[in-house]
């Protein structure tokens, strides 16, 4: 079958001019109506939706209004504030800068005492060493003293006196509240004493400044040898430019500390010795290596005394020059000896007579102490 021949059967809509064909255009208008109403129906939904959402909107906007003022009002506050720390802040500036101008002139100041402090501080560690036996008791940590002292003090005497300690401070106490003692000599021939307390000045407080002195230097680990020998052997070793030393002015043997104190005449030498602190020195049959630390130089600043009362120690005025020293002292000590004369063991006893010179030498005193010798 050709082109020409094909065709399809398709049925021709009913006319308008038949009743099926206004039935079937009824049911189509029909048909358009209910789909306009669902339209219509879903534009009104719509409608009341963006009312609604209209309405919220509006709301918002008067909320978000409210909120902005408020936000506003709090960021002038806040704004304010800052502005008032930020002029606090300025004022501390200026503070911490004058602190910081202060701090660097301060840092100067101690970096102007460095070099010194430095040297203070290596002779502390350049200390000679020395071996100690420690043979004490040992205590409460908290109550020990960091420096002891106890001087030893020279007591002139009168002429027509004499001193006497006791072994016990009632014995003295009772001889001076008697005060005036008749002293029998043998015979019919006595003496008059008054009793007198003494008194010492004591240091109750010391403070020294000590500086490295620049033409002396300590020289320790020293051989047990002849001291003559000894100083002969180290002027030479040191007074020699190889050496690292100079001309010496002067050599001292401190025998309670066992060192040697060189003082040389250039101020230089000193400093050079020190910096290399062990040196050999060639003694008789070898060489001994001895040690070369700083001199120190030391200053009394600042002194305080108090006057204390001998507990023990009473002195006799009023003895007139009547028989030989010897025998007036003994007779002196003989009554104060005895317990009907108030007296009691005595632990030292020293005379001197009129137009003589003396003195007595009180050791082991502090003024918290409550013994002394004489």
Do not use: W
């Amino acid at each position: 079958m050709s082109s020409d021949e094909d065709f399809s059967l398709v049925p021709a809509p009913p006319s308008e001019d038949t009743l099926e064909g206004i039935m079937a255009s009824i049911n189509n208008y029909k048909k358009k109506y209910d789909q306009l109403m669902e339209e219509h129906k879903e534009l009104a939904i719509s409608r009341d939706d963006r009312r609604d959402l209209t309405t919220q909107f509006r709301q918002r906007i008067g909320k978000l209004t409210q909120d902005l003022e408020r936000d506003k009002d709090s960021y002038n506050d806040q704004l304010a504030f800052e502005e008032a720390k930020l002029e606090q802040l300025k004022e501390e500036q200026l503070k911490l800068l004058e602190e910081i101008r202060r701090t660097k002139n301060a840092i100067k100041e101690e970096e102007a005492n460095k070099d010194h402090l430095k040297q203070q501080a290596d002779v502390f560690s350049a200390v000679p060493e020395r071996k100690v036996v420690f043979k004490g008791v040992t205590g409460n940590s908290n109550n020990k003293q960091e420096f002891e002292m106890k001087p030893h003090i020279v007591y002139p005497m009168e002429g027509g006196t004499a001193l006497v300690t006791f072994e016990e401070e009632v014995v003295a106490k009772k001889i001076l509240e008697l005060k005036t003692h008749k002293v029998d000599l043998g015979g019919e021939c006595s003496i008059e004493v008054e009793a007198r307390p003494v008194h010492l000045m004591l240091p109750e407080l010391v403070e020294i400044n000590s500086e490295v002195c620049s033409q002396r230097v300590l020289i320790s680990n020293l051989p047990v040898m002849d001291t003559d020998i000894l100083l002969d052997k180290l002027q030479i070793h040191f007074s020699r430019s190889k050496n690292g030393g100079g001309e010496v002015d002067d050599c001292e043997y401190l025998s309670d500390s066992k060192t040697v104190v060189l003082t040389f005449v250039e101020k230089d030498i000193a400093k050079r010795l020190t910096e290399e602190e062990f040196h050999d020195v060639i003694l008789p049959k070898k060489k001994h290596k001895v040690r070369v630390t700083p001199f120190l130089n030391g200053k009394i600043s600042n002194l305080k005394t108090k006057m204390k009362a001998c507990p023990r120690t009473v002195m006799l005025t009023g003895i007139p020059n009547i028989m030989e020293r010897e025998t007036l002292q003994d007779l002196l000590e003989i009554h104060f000896q005895k317990n009907t004369n108030g007296g009691g063991e005595i632990e030292a006893f020293l005379y001197n007579p009129l137009d003589q010179h003396a003195s007595a030498l009180f050791g082991g005193v502090s003024p918290d102490s409550e013994e002394e010798e004489e």
